[in-house]
């Protein structure tokens, strides 16, 4: 069954906020059913658009490239079920048949004095600022789960969050009501303009990418410009080690290098790639990247024509602008948890870390967007702007207990009743690096079905362009 996307608001939303041309969204249309429809918030609605979206500008690219007018694209269909699995990608994957450990012991919703805390420990580091913040909360031998949930029923949650974050470490207090509005998406034109793009195999073939991404939104867009046949090459720091299972789910599609920016030899390096660079992806919180001349303005005054794409948690203005954080953060923050809370009050989650999949198909979408355009740009994109689309903007979900039309035209059927979603036709197989990686399938109805490979080690290849004729 396909379901006409005519009465869809929220692809509408998602393609007027990056720029799209006004009646192109309802080339876009949805079929099937996936697992994203048992939250309060309609968080089905938002995972659906931003695929639309994302794979509407692939198709806008690829006809701009092939000197095809924009509006006789063709129509495209979404399988929500590719959707729904992608959008739980970390929850399919398997690595030589073992599944991937999410959050680590530490990580998680915290009873407090007063309330709920939402602590994120995944990385080394962090897990060591918690422990500092705690101070002899921590005990001899390290925090454990049990001393953790001791020191903090004594304690008040917006006491610890400050604490942890003065110590470099992250906990956010779960708060009710939502947080402030935030754009979707903020677009600066720069005046400068890009290569010249003549057609291509796929969309983005023969773009270099520059991606200094991390967990998840970011790996996500960069993951996507890859299948579109963008050459990515990830830069990261070396003394903040990727967790190997987090770059086996989003390193598809691209290289992985190691640069410290500090260090002279390796900033030559980094230069020389910028310098060939056509987008950068930057997902380091407002202002991290300053320090090295980084910032958008510094970028665009030495490229006019390169596109810059920021994506940050919080929003790029505001007391907590410049804040590390994570989606499930931010679903505290924001006021997600105490809305999706339980029957008992302890604070619920979305079905999907919707959050970060949203924002990093939303912004690979604005990426494409802005080279079927010619270039010169600056995007911002963030958790929190996506998670306020989501609770003020995209509609509610329509009913799935029949066959009758829903709210917006929507009809939903047989396809759409409980139990009718199972995520196999969207599992893949593929040897990696790290192993027989199982796999979910990218979910876009434009580009190629798949990545031809899996990814390699993270930071463990040169830290250079590919020859024009090895790009997709």
């Not at 947080?179 to 290569?195: D, I, K, S």
Request: charged share 20%; aromatic share 6%; hydrophobic share 45%.
């Amino acid at each position: 069954m396909i379901i006409d996307d005519d009465g869809d608001a929220a692809t509408r939303q998602a393609w007027t906020a990056l720029g799209g041309a006004p009646g192109l969204s309802g080339r876009v249309r949805y079929r099937g059913t996936g697992a994203l429809g048992s939250a309060r918030l309609p968080v089905r609605g938002l995972a659906r658009a931003t695929v639309g979206a994302c794979s509407l500008a692939a198709a806008e690219l690829a006809a701009v490239r092939a000197g095809r007018a924009v509006a006789d694209l063709p129509g495209l269909v979404v399988d929500e079920g590719a959707v729904s699995t992608a959008f739980t990608s970390e929850r399919h994957l398997r690595v030589d048949g073992r599944a991937p450990v999410s959050f680590a012991p530490l990580s998680g919703f915290w009873r407090t004095a007063d309330g709920w805390l939402r602590t994120h420990a995944n990385y080394p580091h962090h897990r060591a600022a918690l422990e500092r913040a705690l101070g002899a909360g921590a005990g001899a031998g390290g925090l454990t789960p049990e001393r953790l949930r001791a020191e903090l029923a004594g304690r008040k949650a917006v006491e610890v969050q400050d604490a942890v974050y003065a110590a470099g470490g992250l906990a956010v207090a779960v708060t009710h009501g939502f947080g402030a509005p935030q754009p979707l998406v903020e677009v600066r034109e720069t005046g400068g303009r890009g290569r010249r793009l003549g057609p291509g195999r796929q969309p983005a073939s023969g773009i270099r990418v520059l991606d200094l991404t991390r967990v998840i939104a970011g790996p996500v867009a960069t993951r996507t410009l890859g299948l579109l046949g963008a050459d990515v090459l990830r830069v990261d720091p070396p003394a903040l080690p990727e967790a190997d299972d987090a770059h086996a789910d989003t390193g598809f599609g691209k290289r992985s290098a190691c640069l410290d920016l500090a260090d002279r030899a390796d900033r030559e390096v980094f230069e020389e790639l910028l310098a060939g660079a056509d987008v950068l992806v930057a997902g380091y919180r407002p202002g991290a990247l300053d320090r090295y001349g980084l910032s958008a303005g510094d970028l665009v005054a030495r490229r006019p024509g390169l596109v810059v794409a920021q994506v940050c948690a919080w929003g790029w203005r505001g007391p907590w602008a410049g804040r590390r954080g994570f989606d499930s953060l931010v679903q505290a923050g924001y006021g997600i948890a105490a809305a999706e809370a339980g029957a008992d009050g302890a604070p619920g989650v979305l079905p999907a870390q919707a959050l970060d999949h949203g924002t990093g198909y939303l912004l690979a979408a604005g990426v494409l967007r802005a080279l079927a355009e010619g270039g010169g740009r600056v995007l911002r994109f963030s958790l929190a702007g996506t998670a306020s689309w989501l609770v003020r903007e995209v509609p509610r979900q329509p009913s799935v207990s029949g066959g009758s039309a829903g709210a917006g035209g929507v009809c939903a059927g047989a396809a759409d009743r409980p139990g009718a979603y199972g995520p196999g036709p969207w599992l893949r197989e593929i040897p990696s690096a790290y192993g027989a990686l199982r796999y979910a399938a990218p979910p876009l109805a434009a580009g190629p079905g798949d990545w031809p490979a899996g990814p390699s080690r993270w930071g463990t290849d040169p830290a250079r362009w590919l020859p024009a004729g090895d790009c997709p």
